[in-house]
């Protein structure tokens, strides 16, 4: 199962990566350049799945407290804005979608926008508003589109499960860089965003074993979650 995942998705380790070392050994600028031409080569293959995964990945690194992710503070707007146009160029295609969620997401949004007026630095605050707003929008539509293909569900938890296991590898080795004040939070930037993630995964889980039934297929997943 996690050999047929990584020989699908070999491309997308070795990019996210490849980010990883050169926000450790590069001045932030060029890692910005380098993540950013990188990941508009894979918008180029047209794979839903790498894009919609290495968009997320980049959310994941700028939340991170990590110095070697400091880059993806900045690149994560540029991504936005690249996923944005991706959607936009595929748009025919994804325009019938649904996107439920983000409907349910819009009283939030607008409220955000307002009171972004009162924040003591509006510029920050209307542009996570319009940030968290666009990732709303988009990342249902691209979602929805993914799922067509028969191993978008099992690829996107088994991604993710990495991720996870990663951070307790880096654990056992460098204490330091995988908890906050005593608390573990492996690759996130806080216990408590680990603790969020953790719970969108499970319910991506279960949505995805209701619909194709991943626990009668791999057990041993199915022990994981």
């Not at 050999?3 to 491309?11: D, N, V």
């Not at 890692?31 to 794979?47: E, K, P, Q």
Request: aromatic residues 16%; proline residues 2%.
């Amino acid at each position: 199962m996690l050999k047929a995942h990584y020989h699908r998705q070999k491309t997308l380790y070795a990019i996210v990566i490849f980010w990883a070392i050169c926000g450790a050994l590069l001045p932030s600028v060029v890692a910005i350049g380098v993540s950013l031409v990188t990941f508009i080569l894979l918008i180029r293959s047209n794979d839903f799945t790498k894009v919609l995964l290495a968009f997320i990945t980049i959310l994941i690194y700028s939340d991170s407290r990590a110095g070697m992710f400091e880059f993806a503070v900045n690149a994560k707007i540029g991504f936005i804005l690249l996923f944005a146009l991706f959607v936009i160029s595929k748009w025919k295609h994804l325009k019938n979608r649904s996107n439920k969620l983000f409907r349910y997401f819009l009283p939030f949004l607008i409220f955000g926008i307002i009171t972004s007026f009162w924040s003591h630095d509006f510029a920050v605050g209307i542009q996570k508003s319009i940030s968290y707003g666009l990732v709303f929008f988009l990342v249902p539509l691209v979602v929805n589109a993914a799922s067509d293909k028969e191993y978008f569900g099992l690829d996107m938890i088994l991604y993710f499960l990495v991720f996870l296991i990663t951070g307790l590898v880096i654990n056992l080795i460098l204490p330091d860089f995988s908890t906050l004040i005593g608390r573990y939070r492996g690759l996130l930037g806080n216990p408590n965003g680990l603790g969020i993630f953790l719970t969108i995964l499970y319910t991506i889980y279960y949505q995805v074993n209701s619909k194709i039934g991943l626990s009668r297929k791999n057990r041993n997943l199915h022990f994981l979650f």
